[in-house]
Nanobody
Framework: QVQLVESGGGLVQAGGSLRLSCAAS????????MGWYRQAPGKQRELVAE???????NYAVSVKGRFTISRDNAKNTVYLQMNSLKPEDTAVYYC???????????????WGQGTQVTVSS
């Protein structure tokens, strides 16, 4: 009923930039928090950044000052602007949304399929 569609991943050289987008669609009543997570090979998934509907943000220490998360509430879309990319940022990035489904009356957490971000050295 709900789908998160991601875009913007790719291959860039160190110091470059990428902008990820994730749009939630389907039977959505409201969207609370949205965020971006990443998982590198052999490592656990970690929070990169999250943002509430009121635009409060939280970042992982490793990306502070380099990444910026934002959202468009009207479009149920979250963005992640990634600047000064490092090889250590290479991972699969997953979009996340905490939302309430229409006609269900309870909040649920949904995940995107993931998009690969590769930063060459």
């Amino acid at each position: 009923q709900v789908q998160l569609v991601e875009s913007g991943g790719g291959l860039v050289q160190a110091g470059g930039s990428l902008r990820l987008s994730c749009a939630a669609s389907g039977s959505i009543f409201s969207v609370s928090a949205m965020g971006w997570y990443r998982q590198a090979p052999g490592k656990q998934r970690e929070l990169v950044a999250e943002i509430t509907r009121g635009h409060s943000t939280n970042y992982a220490v490793s990306v502070k000052g380099r990444f910026t998360i934002s959202r468009d509430n009207a479009k149920n879309t979250v963005y992640l602007q990634m600047n000064s990319l490092k090889p250590e940022d290479t991972a699969v990035y997953y979009c996340n949304a905490d939302l309430t489904v229409r006609w269900y009356g309870a909040s649920k957490v949904f995940w995107g399929q993931g998009t690969q971000v590769t930063v060459s050295s």
